[in-house]
């Protein structure tokens, strides 16, 4: 401002000295003249203290490190299932994912384009992801980004994938901070099921927080693709038992149990360590359900409890599509809109809040 008056100032002499001197009015040309040079070079310096300004932190709970398979690279368009298809048993089984939009999403053709991708964005808005999955894919994250940027969590499906012994191992050295994805449902079990309680009571001693897969599964051919699976195993109910067993763990349920939302809500409101994540469902169901289904938790009181996710897997782009849903959402304010995306995650994951800012 201070710059503005004093140009118009100038300016208001020039035009107040109507019989005004050859040298004088040189010299107010050259006084214009500098004044806007520095006008000029004022500017550029604020827009380059504006590129440099940080973004606001934003913690993605829900990131896969896996290696691009080609026969699972297609594109895909989001909120592809606002539309799924009439299908018939002894027609070809439906698309697992539709591509009739302006804009599909592309995927990343390798693993180095994808990890390039994926950091340049992370740099971009600030991010810290948790990711599971492949160990040499997160470890590659982990040098790439910036420390303490790429979380690591173990996944776990059943007692097959290791013992007992080798989990608490693994978690007890110090790599893995998360337990995370746990996905009996894809092995037609419940969350509670037995042979998994002392995986979850190695987490709840060594104070590790907790993913579950709860909810829908795919678009109508998850029982062609993965036959174990049963839609009823995706009730949140089904966790009280667990819950009930260790009531020190800290458990968060991946995709909100979606669709089941009144079991959702009557899960939180019994349970005060039960979080959600929105992954997954964000960016496939129809995006006016989507956001019904977030408004709902947020409704029913639990809008400190709701974690920022993506289900992140092949496709660079799919990040600033699924933040582009709660940045845009005008049925949230903007604490709200800055506890699901950062807010929330550092209280549920006890981090250190000043090392993401």
Known sequence: MAYKLEFQLILNGLSGTEKAKPKTKTM??????????????????????????????????HVHAMKMNPNFAGDMCPWFLSNMPGADPNDKAPAFFNTDCATPLKAAKNDQEFQDSLISTMNRLNMTIVASGDPTIIRNWQKAAAPGRVIPSLSLSNSKDMTVVAFTDSLSAGFYKVMGEVAPQYQGMSPSDPSLDSYFAAAEKLNIPVGIHMGTGGNGSINITNPKYRASLGNPFLLEDLLARHPKLKVWVMHAGYPMIDEMIALMGANAYVYVDIAGMIWSYPLAE????????????????????????????????????????????????????????????????????
């Open 290 to 357: 989507v956001n019904d289904y977030i408004k709902r938790l947020v409704q029913a009181g639990f809008g400190k409890r709701i974690l920022y996710g993506t289900d992140h897997m092949i496709w660079p782009k799919l990040i600033e599509t699924s933040i582009g849903v709660i940045e845009n959402a005008n049925y949230l304010s903007f604490d709200q809109k800055r506890d699901i995306l950062f807010n929330n995650a550092v209280r549920f994951f006890r981090l250190d809040e000043s090392k993401y800012k």
């Open 28 to 61: 107010l040309q050259k006084t214009l003249t500098i004044t806007g040079l520095f006008l000029v070079a004022a500017a550029q310096l604020s827009q380059a203290q504006e590129l440099n300004k940080k973004h606001l932190p934003i913690i993605d709970v």
